[in-house]
């Protein structure tokens, strides 16, 4: 359950700093467990480790345990400190890096943990003890196990273990421990939808009373008050120092204000905005005070004074709706709008396709007494007389488009040269005179000169 934030990882903040030249390492370095299990213990050989690695240890009842590095170095020496470990109290040794064959020993050792818990919960009921095997941990070198239970009262468990001693062929060590602890190292879900703060990242267990849930104006529902081990939950405490001061502004002892309307008893208190509910006889509605009225009316009923009504009630200020300067279409889009335009797109341009390659331009409506249009790159003929050829010009771009005429298709070819206008306008002015000199209007054909 709990690989993404786990109690037992310390962060080392000083693992990248250069240390002088002549520092000399802390010698005793923390290792953790399974569960919530930490100790320390003294590298004499000044073995090089680093934090994740997995060392093998002494352990205090003979044989050895395997365990992971947790903190080296002068960390070490804080956590000490921290919780009030002198370093003469550190006897236990590290043996040396975990080779292969401890790593092999020490997996097979924990893949026998669940097999061997649930043989022994049934030798427990068999025996009719009234207690509960809730974890069991196996020492590296599988010749140790510790059971972890839970019980309300004190066990005679001296025929389980001899059972169990006989049944595993270990030596038995029984540690009876608390539902919180339980809980702690087994893990879970609580309520709010996160992982167990005990199994994640709390470490000390402070009593929890229904107090905490009092001041706090929760309801005192013994189901919906209580954690996964049975017992209050932990959060009830997290913003308890704040109900605490914001409840020093609040009087106290005014459960009844009297007035000449009649005696109106409170109904609701909200600690952080400091206003109280009251309630007239005969009244549908509940009247918000803020604390400072409430003082007042307090002080006049210890004179002996009713004041005519409770005041002026507060004013709810209804929400304002935020005016956004933009507007939120997510969700009411297609997903593929975008594809059915390109699609469009796309199918506009086969149709426009010639089969040679070239575009076709959209119809126009055409007036019914307008003129088809003479192509600009061949000589424009008249009736009379057909206009002389041009010289060749060198193109400098040729742009390929379509124009309808009527019912024909002609390709036009627009020249971008100003050399091509000054011959057209030339060769117009020709034509004009040989019009001006010849009576009959006769058309003459041009020479090919």
Request: hydrophobic letters at 30%; aromatic letters at 6%.
């Amino acid at each position: 359950m709990t690989n993404g934030c786990s109690k037992l990882d310390v962060y080392d903040w000083l693992a990248h700093m250069d240390m002088p030249a002549n520092y000399k390492p802390f010698q005793v370095v923390e290792i953790k467990f399974k569960g919530s299990r930490k100790d320390f213990y003294l590298n004499v050989d000044n073995i090089y480790i680093e934090s994740g690695e997995l060392v093998v240890v002494e352990t205090p009842t003979g044989g050895y345990d395997v365990g992971h590095v947790s903190l080296t170095g002068e960390l070490v020496r804080m956590q000490m400190t921290k919780r009030h470990v002198k370093e003469a109290d550190v006897t236990k040794k590290i043996y040396r890096r975990a080779t292969p064959a401890d790593v092999d020993k020490w997996k097979l050792a924990k893949d026998l943990e669940w097999e061997t818990m649930h043989r022994a919960r049934k030798l427990a009921l068999d025996l009719n003890l009234s207690m509960k095997i809730s974890d069991v941990d196996y020492q590296g070198d599988k010749t140790k196990a510790t059971f972890y239970y839970t019980a309300e009262g004190r066990v005679d468990f001296r025929e389980l273990i001899k059972k169990m001693a006989e049944a595993f062929r270990i030596r038995i060590e029984m540690r009876q421990i608390g539902m919180r602890q339980e809980a702690s190292r087994l893990g879970g879900i609580g309520s709010c939808g996160r992982e167990l703060c005990c199994s994640t990242w709390l470490t000390d267990f402070k009593t929890v009373s229904t107090s905490a849930a009092r001041y706090q104006n929760l309801s005192l529902n013994t189901l919906k008050l209580a954690g996964q081990c049975g017992k209050l939950k932990c959060c009830l405490n997290y913003e308890l120092d704040g109900y605490m001061d914001a409840l020093k502004h609040i009087p106290d002892n005014v459960n009844i204000l009297r007035t000449e309307k009649g005696d109106a008893r409170l109904q609701k208190t909200d600690i952080f905005k400091r206003v109280m509910w009251f309630s007239l006889p005969g009244a549908e509605n509940w009247i918000p005070l803020p604390i400072n009225r409430v003082k007042e009316i307090q002080k006049l009923n210890k004179e002996g004074v009713l004041p005519e009504d409770l005041g002026e009630a507060i004013q709810e200020q209804a929400p304002v709706a935020k005016v956004l300067d933009y507007e939120n279409v997510v969700g009411q889009d297609s997903l593929t709008r975008l594809d059915e335009r390109s699609n469009n797109r796309n199918n506009k341009k086969k149709k426009n396709k010639k089969p040679d390659g070239r575009e076709v331009v959209d119809k126009k409506p055409q007036p019914q007494n307008a003129k088809p249009q003479q192509p600009q790159n061949k000589p424009q003929q008249n009736k009379q007389q057909q206009q002389p050829k041009q010289p060749p010009v060198q193109q400098v771009t040729i742009i390929q488009e379509t124009v309808q005429v009527t019912t024909t298709e002609v390709v036009v070819k627009t020249e971008g040269s100003q050399n091509a206008k000054r011959n057209r306008n030339r060769n117009r002015n020709r034509h004009q005179q040989n019009r001006g000199n010849n009576p009959n209007n006769n058309p003459q054909q041009p020479s090919d000169n």
